[in-house]
């Protein structure tokens, strides 16, 4: 059975042996979590990621791609547009 973890229960193992606990904005997202959030289909986020048409940051591990939630966030804060 695999091991689980929470995101609160993440922790990040430094080259100098030091811990640091990730916060919210740390925590890794599915491709699936990111385009919920974004109201979008994964295959979206794909076309995104090959074309760069918007600046995403993601993180590939393996063939797996994830997200940050705090990059997610930047990125609709970005595309909010506010009338003046």
Do not use: C
Request: without cysteine.
């Amino acid at each position: 059975m695999p091991f689980k973890m929470t995101p609160s229960q993440l922790v990040v193992l430094h080259n100098d042996g030091e811990n640091m606990n990730l916060n919210d904005d740390d925590t890794l997202l599915t491709e699936a979590e990111t385009a919920n959030q974004l109201n979008t289909k994964s295959e979206t986020l794909a076309v995104w990621r090959s074309t760069k048409r918007y600046p995403l940051p993601y993180i590939k591990i393996g063939r797996s791609v994830r997200y940050r939630q705090g990059d997610v966030r930047a990125f609709i804060k970005s595309r909010t547009i506010t009338q003046a």
